[in-house]
């Protein structure tokens, strides 16, 4: 059995033995300011410009199944839980496939597929900090 300081001296992964080490230094540390945000220094949020009008143009409830893409694929589709057992129509699950399928790019199975919102949805977000004072 291996005492609490035993554990204490063991190899890390880096090969040496030497004592646990500082995650970051004390000059890298930051700490969020507590105070209300400045008004300015985060933009919200703009809505996407839609590529038509929902209300004018609505999907028709008896879509084609599409065949799937190199990114969504029949593998990637049977693991999307779609509902509880008969909570929707065989009809509604074909139609909320193929929207997937259309906005294809909007979902990540993988982290290689993911990305970050483009800068016309909005800026990065900036918290303010104040440097770390050691007591």
């Known amino acids: 059995m ?13 090969g040496s033995s030497s004592k646990c080490r500082k995650y ?9 300011v507590n105070e209300a945000m400045p008004q300015d220094l985060n933009t919200p949020l703009e809505g996407p410009k839609l590529s ?22 029949e593998e990637t589709i049977s693991n999307i839980n779609f509902r509880p057992s008969g ?4 009809e509604e699950i074909n139609l909320l496939k193929n929207v997937l399928l259309l906005r294809e790019k909007a979902i990540a199975f993988c982290q290689e597929e993911r990305g970050v919102l483009r800068n016309s949805y909005g800026k990065h977000n900036k918290t303010p900090v104040i440097p770390h004072i050691p007591h």
Do not use: C, M
């Not at 038509?52 to 694929?73: H, K």
């Open 2 to 14: 291996i005492s609490s300081i035993d554990a204490f001296n063991q190899p890390n992964n880096h």
């Open 24 to 32: 970051k230094s004390v000059l890298k540390k930051v700490r969020q």
């Open 52 to 73: 038509r009008d929902p209300y004018e143009t609505p999907l028709s409830p008896n879509q084609p199944l599409l065949i799937g893409t190199s990114r969504f694929t």
């Open 87 to 90: 909570w929707l129509s065989e």
